[in-house]
T-cell receptor, first 111, second 110 residues
Framework: EDKVVQSPLSLVVHEGDTVTLNCSYEVTNFRSLLWYKQEKKAPTFLFMLTSSGIEKKSGRLSSILDKKELSSILNITATQTGDSAIYLC???????????FGAGTRLTVKP | EAQVTQNPRYLITVTGKKLTVTCSQNMNHEYMSWYRQDPGLGLRQIYYSMNVEVTDKGDVPEGYKVSRKEKRNFPLILESPSPNQTSLYFCASLAKNIQYFGAGTRLSVL
């Protein structure tokens, strides 16, 4: 059965810390992996990864895909309280009509 | 402004009383879908639509209906809501592999 597993489920850090969030997947016909940030409302798009080993970067956030290990990590450096959110990983299968989400990692950044 | 609009944002209803959650997008996207989000389960797809008059079941379609009579609108219908449908619902439209989500509808069925 296809599945997307995120870890940890919950994480509490202090401002300035660096965090690494994990996403592993087992899906057939993998096409892409996406990261979303969900604060109080709707998830907002962060990154889309299709190629292994190529890092995507946006400010203090970066992400990389490892197709051999069937996983991806999302790094956040110098965390701020505004980074507090649920981070969702989703895997798209070929055919683009199917996207499987992980349960999310709830990150809390304390001042 | 490009957006996906859901209404209502909050809804409390009783078992068996039919309800509709509307979803509209202004980006001319062909693909739209509905998700429900429950603690510990992440987002699960209910139904999706690849174009007008084309809809299909997602992972958890039981108890839900949808329609896609025009490209911009994709309403979610609960003919006879039950308490296990209490959840946070998101509508999304898709372009270039990226989903754009509505603000969510928090539904409570008593």
């Amino acid at each position: 059965e296809d599945k997307v597993v995120q870890s940890p489920l919950s994480l509490v850090v202090h401002e300035g810390d660096t965090v690494t969030l994990n996403c592993s997947y087992e899906v057939t016909n993998f096409r892409s992996l996406l990261w979303y940030k969900q604060e109080k409302k709707a998830p907002t798009f962060l990154f889309m990864l299709t190629s292994s080993g190529i890092e995507k970067k946006s400010g203090r956030l970066s992400s990389i895909l490892d197709k051999k290990e069937l996983s991806s990590i999302l790094n956040i450096t110098a965390t701020q309280t505004g980074d507090s959110a649920i981070y969702l990983c989703a895997v798209e299968r070929s055919g683009w009509n199917d996207m499987r989400f992980g349960a999310g990692t709830r990150l809390t950044v304390k001042p | 402004e490009a957006q996906v609009t859901q209404n209502p944002r909050y809804l409390i209803t009783v078992t068996g009383k039919k309800l509709t959650v509307t979803c509209s997008q202004n980006m001319n996207h062909e693909y739209m879908s509905w998700y429900r989000q429950d603690p510990g389960l992440g987002l699960r797809q209910i139904y999706y639509s690849m174009n007008v008059e084309v809809t299909d079941k997602g992972d958890v379609p039981e108890g839900y209906k949808v329609s896609r009579k025009e490209k911009r609108n994709f309403p979610l219908i609960l003919e006879s809501p039950s308490p296990n449908q209490t959840s946070l619902y998101f509508c999304a439209s898709l372009a270039k592999n990226i989903q754009y989500f509505g603000a969510g509808t928090r539904l409570s069925v008593l």
